[in-house]
């Protein structure tokens, strides 16, 4: 297991190594950040210092070792747009909404799918079973921002029972919620079902059932358990798409996230928060799935052992 945990913490870290590259790359290829700091009456002495103050004077690798640097404190220089304010003071303000939404997200996901997935696959070839097709089926073909305008002219314009945008109270984060997290339902529920159906199969159930167990015990709490190891490997995938998801559907509901923060900093070029969103973003997915390999691999030592021999 220690060699596993080792092995995936030395593949992080050379993903955030790239990550870092490629944003360091993209902001200078796009255009002079010079453009952008300095006035439009600025004379080659003001771009001299401007350079100097920000560090562009520097040779690039040095310029690449002074952002990480700073990266690894969490110092992403003060924000371009947002005058007096510091871009990790921003994304600060913006990541929590985002978490607490994508967070929702995926519990409301979770509460659906998991039950739709297992009715599905013991009600096999049911109209039950039909039903949770039909419900995997939207889910996958429903773009998120074009489901959360749906919600938003139905419970919102027309029945009035749910507030249109903005973050508030419980009811604000609903419509969002369910609009990210529909997707989700879908992904869950076809691997629970698929999951659940290969354990339904196997000896150790049939033996349960000939000991005279309660049907209800052999799904839930027998078959269940072995069925959860597939979709936890999806739960990493899924938990980073809502990190990154929420970037379109912020916009759709007004949400004080950092998909709002995006937008207004590419459309500004404000290159110290574009950069510390894309790094810190980056950053959790890996996170996210290097938790997600690590209790996977703790729940089934097969992994572990591949690993090894690999």
Sequence with gaps: MQRYIIIRLFQAVL???GVSIIVFTLVRITGSPLDVL??????????????????FDKPLWEQYILFVGNALQLDFGPSIKFQGQSAM?????AIPNSLQLAGFAMFVSVLMAVPIGVVSAVKKGTPIDMIGKIIALLGQSLP????????IWIFSVNLGWLPVSGKGGFTHIILPGVALGWFSVAAFMRLTRSAMLNVLDSE????????GTAEWKVIWKHALKNAAIPPLTLFGIIAGIMVTGVVTL???????????LALTSVNARDYSVVQGLVILI????ITINLIVDILYAYIDPRVRYCVGRG
């Design 15 to 17: 993903a955030l190594i």
């Design 38 to 55: 300095a006035p439009a009456d600025a004379t080659e002495e003001d771009l001299r210092r401007v350079a100097a103050l920000w560090g």
């Design 89 to 93: 003071g921003l994304i600060g303000d």
């Design 144 to 151: 998120p921002f074009w489901l959360g305008i749906v919600l």
């Design 204 to 211: 150790y159930v049939k033996f349960a059932r000939i000991k």
């Design 250 to 260: 912020e916009t759709v509901f007004a949400w004080p996230g950092i998909g709002q």
């Design 282 to 285: 980056s950053a959790m997915f």
